[in-house]
């Protein structure tokens, strides 16, 4: 018997990321395009048309078993996407019947993606030796998606999984949602970016600095993984201090489902098991006792790849 194959489309505001992947996780082939995200939806799709088609040339008659689509933004039932975040000019777009258009005889399923990239850890990754977990997906911005018995818990309307924007004070910094409070508002690039620009004015021997070209604005989270592994000192307390934040929200999430286990992915969590250790520390001292002995933090095992195989994964 053939191993079964499938088409999964990471997009991105930057890239569409096409890939061919086996039943198995593995990626036998991927792409890359510009997304266009400024020229809005019917130039995005013409992007997603145009890395999807490529893609399918290096099958070789092999049959696939579809086509899964990871967009950020929330995802209905029936595919439509809904204001993606850096994507020009998109409220609404029904994308899964739009592109159901192009290939016809393709089965197509599109799902947000940090659901997308939780379904890989599900599948392929750190979370296949568990039924039940929380996906956090930490980077410029912070997401999530909660995996129950195995599937991907989405909620009635697709949104479900939105640790980011779980407030932990009410009287906290504005987020990018309009909430106070925030995870997001304290983890993310925004607000990280501040908080460093503030404790650098004490700390010159930080390497910070260096890593952003002097320009703080574009510190994101990654470039603090980055330095904390090169051992600098402020770096590696903003992670900790940030780590412990994002523990916060984590704990809420467990004492209300009843979970154990927590999943890390995105740019900081390369940065070393200290930053994983922070936020268990946090979340064990925060749920509820039952729970506490069984709590565990890991980190994601696909990368940049999970993308890819999460959305191949809605249709293998
Ligand atoms: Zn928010």
Redesign the pocket.
């Known amino acids: 018997m053939k191993p079964r194959i499938a088409i999964g489309v990471d997009l991105g505001a930057t890239t569409v990321k096409t890939g061919v992947v086996s039943s198995a996780g593995k990626i036998l082939y991927q792409n890359k395009f510009p997304t266009n995200a400024q020229s809005g939806p019917p130039a995005v799709l013409k992007q997603i048309e145009t890395s999807v088609s490529e893609a399918l040339t290096h099958i070789d008659g092999k049959k696939a078993a579809g086509i899964g689509i990871g967009s950020p933004g929330v995802v209905d039932d029936d595919g439509v996407v809904k204001s993606p975040p850096n994507i020009a000019h998109w409220d609404e777009v029904p994308l899964a019947r739009q592109l159901q258009k192009i290939f016809r005889r393709m089965r197509i399923r599109v799902e947000n993606d940090a659901n997308a990239a939780a379904i890989a850890e599900s599948r392929f990754g750190a979370g296949k030796k568990f039924d039940n977990f929380l996906f956090v997906i930490w980077g410029t911005g912070v997401g999530g998606g909660i995996i129950l018995n195995n599937r991907i818990y989405r909620g009635p309307s697709g949104g479900a999984g939105e640790i980011?924007?779980c407030s932990i004070d009410y009287n906290g910094p504005e987020?990018?949602?309009g909430?106070r409070g925030?995870v997001?508002?304290y983890i993310g690039q925004r607000y990280l970016s501040r908080r460093t620009a503030e404790k650098l004015k004490s700390r010159p021997d930080s390497k910070i600095l260096e890593l952003v070209n002097g320009d703080l604005s574009k510190l994101e989270p990654m470039y603090l993984a980055e330095a904390a592994q090169k051992r600098d000192q402020l770096a590696r307390e903003m992670l900790v201090e940030a780590g412990t934040l994002l523990g916060v929200a984590i704990a809420a999430v467990m004492n209300v489902m009843d979970l154990r286990v927590s999943i890390i992915g995105g740019g900081v969590s390369a940065a070393g098991g200290f930053v994983l250790d922070a936020i268990e520390q946090s979340v064990k001292s925060r749920v509820l006792k039952p729970l506490q002995s069984d709590i565990r933090v890991l980190q994601a095992q696909l990368g940049n790849d999970a993308g890819i195989l999460g959305a191949a994964g809605l249709v293998l």
Do not use: F, I
Request: glycine share 12%; net charge negative.
């Open positions: 980011g924007h987020c990018n949602c909430n925030c997001e508002a």
